[in-house]
């Protein structure tokens, strides 16, 4: 008998290992199939709708917090508790229609514009030096009408643009010529002038990664990338130090709690929503931290509402939308890379470093783990450039895959036809 019971027992847990094995394969297969836009459920379509379902979801979520954490701010500055909640949903709407437009687009345009489009950049940069409206001592915005404008937004689109161009026209000199390496750093120092005069340290940060990425993508040497990372490191380091509000950013973030009602507040307030967070959080709507406590609670913090009232699940839902994004769009740079659509791919890794990066200070800012940076979260902050942007990017990702598969589709529909031709004449 009781030999009998051990063989049930080893039967049982065989069984459940059996169901657990099933369960993770089933599991692993699914997550591949989403990250593979060429997977069977997708066969029949001409674009990964894998993309448009992750940017339909972060927009909701996007909605709902900007929602849940800018009503009594905006009560008390516009005397209606929707105000921010409106003009997101515009944003929203004006950033589908921009979408629907770009995506006509083909990508041979992007390549054969991103000189002009890096001009227009410039002119945007330099306008918002001239004309542009200044906040909390930052002259970022250019006013159209009842719409904002920050520039800094498409500049870093458009260089992301042209640098993917270049690396197109001039690979070979930027794996073999310092020349060729240097370039590029010429016009990413025009374009971080411009954006430092804002100042927006930020974005200047965001770009210098995503190049330093790019550049070592395409192939470019080791000693370049140490000499580029040395003097990078080294003139950031000095922009902080010569500059009294971004050392006193720095010198706050590592210890907050020595000035919680100065220099600390903001990150103080912000690693309270997420101590009362928890696992699962307050609930919906009911983050304190909302209340005129955390400053910019609805754009550079808005995952720290989202933290306090979702908790670590609901920045974990958070995360893993941002990383099947991101590793989407290097997985699609690798796809054009092999089928040697070099602009494609270097635009594809570019964008999705960039959202990465971008994600990364977001959330490491409002955690602090990083200094705060003024950087907006993808898709959910709130902020209409950046909105239309972002958009812009994923539109972009959809119309590379969309033309690689139907390059597939026309390489199968060749080989069909050459193969029945071939029958036809052995007949």
């Not at 030096?129 to 159209?144: E, F, K």
């Not at 993508?217 to 922009?239: D, I, M, R, Y």
């Not at 720095?250 to 696992?279: H, K």
Request: aromatic letters at 12%; hydrophobic letters at 50%.
């Amino acid at each position: 008998m009781k030999g009998a019971s051990i063989d049930l027992d080893n039967t049982e847990k065989t069984a459940r290992f059996s169901i657990l094995s099933d369960i993770t394969a089933n599991i692993s297969s699914n997550v591949m199939k989403v990250f593979n836009s060429e997977s069977t459920p997708q066969q029949g379509m001409v674009f990964d709708r894998s993309f448009v379902v992750i940017a339909l979801l972060m927009y909701m979520i996007g909605l709902i917090m900007v929602a849940s954490s800018s009503m009594l701010v905006a009560e008390r500055l516009f005397n209606n508790p929707f105000h921010f909640v409106i003009r997101h949903s515009i944003y929203i709407v004006l950033s589908l229609g921009i979408a629907a437009v770009a995506l006509q687009i083909p990508m041979s345009w992007w390549q054969k514009n991103s000189s002009y489009l890096l001009i227009f950049g410039i002119v945007l940069l330099v306008a918002v030096l001239l004309v542009g409206r200044s906040v909390n001592g930052s002259t970022r915005w250019i006013a159209l009408g009842p719409i904002t404008l920050q520039a800094a937004e498409p500049a870093k689109l458009f260089f992301f643009c042209y640098l993917a161009a270049y690396l197109v026209r001039r690979r070979d000199q930027v794996m073999e010529d310092w020349r060729g390496f240097a370039k590029p750093l010429v016009v990413f120092a025009v374009l971080a002038v411009l954006i430092l005069r804002q100042p927006d340290l930020g974005t200047i940060i965001v770009m210098f990664v995503t190049t330093f990425g790019l550049l070592f993508l395409a192939g470019a040497k080791l000693w370049q990338f140490v000499s580029l990372a040395s003097v990078g490191l080294l003139l950031l380091t000095l922009l902080a130090i010569f500059e009294p509000y971004r050392w006193r950013r720095i010198t706050s973030f590592l210890d907050p709690w020595q000035d919680p009602f100065g220099s600390g507040y903001q990150l103080t307030q912000s690693l309270m929503a997420y101590g009362r967070g928890e696992v699962f959080g307050q609930g919906l709507g009911n983050s304190i931290q909302k209340l005129e406590y955390l400053p910019e609670a609805h754009t550079d913090f808005v995952m720290a509402v989202l933290a306090e009232e979702f908790g670590f699940f609901g920045v974990t839902v958070i995360l893993l939308l941002s990383m099947t994004l991101v590793c989407k769009a290097l997985v699609l740079g690798k796809k054009a890379l092999v089928k040697e659509k070099f602009f494609e791919a270097f635009f594809a890794y570019a964008i999705g470093i960039w959202m990465c990066f971008q994600a990364a200070v977001n959330i490491g800012a409002s955690a602090g783990i990083v200094p705060t940076k003024g950087l907006t979260m993808p898709l959910i902050s709130y902020g209409g450039s950046s909105m239309i942007i972002m958009t812009l990017a994923v539109v972009i990702l959809i119309r590379i895959d969309h033309e690689l598969r139907m390059q597939s589709i026309q390489a199968t529909s060749s080989k069909r036809k050459t193969k029945k031709l071939g029958g036809d004449n052995e007949n």
